[in-house]
């Protein structure tokens, strides 16, 4: 699975960015996602420094923690494409612009 899993990662994510078109996306709605998302890493970070502040770290070290344990995404953005292809598999056309920007803030 492992080898299989290194050539298929960049073709996934090749596929993926090609479904992405930035110039339909209202630029308002990815700023909303932007700033949802760093506020949810800040409140992730805080909380990991807290939970982790019971130990014998240092300063650094907790910092570092609440680094290494940041979300990676590969899940979201893998699962992005997934309601779009249900919209445009099931005719749903009104959807569609919103499939879009699932798309995009899943990417992100």
């Known amino acids: 699975f492992t080898k299989m899993w290194i050539i298929l990662e960049p073709v996934i994510f090749a596929l993926i960015g090609t479904e992405i078109q930035m110039d339909k996306i209202d630029p308002t709605t990815v700023g909303y996602g932007i700033l949802v998302l760093v506020g949810a890493l800040l409140i992730r970070m805080v909380g990991t420094f807290f939970a ?5 770290l240092n300063s650094k070290e ?4 609440a680094f290494a344990w940041m979300p990676k995404a ?5 699962l992005g494409p997934v309601f779009l ?3 445009i598999k099931y005719g ?7 499939g879009g920007e ?4 899943a990417v992100l």
């Open 102 to 105: 699932i798309l995009t803030l």
């Open 85 to 87: 292809d249900n919209v």
């Open 52 to 56: 982790v502040s019971c130990g014998n």
């Open 92 to 98: 749903k056309k009104e959807w569609e612009p919103m």
């Open 74 to 78: 590969t899940v979201q953005a893998a």
């Open 62 to 65: 907790k910092v570092f923690m």
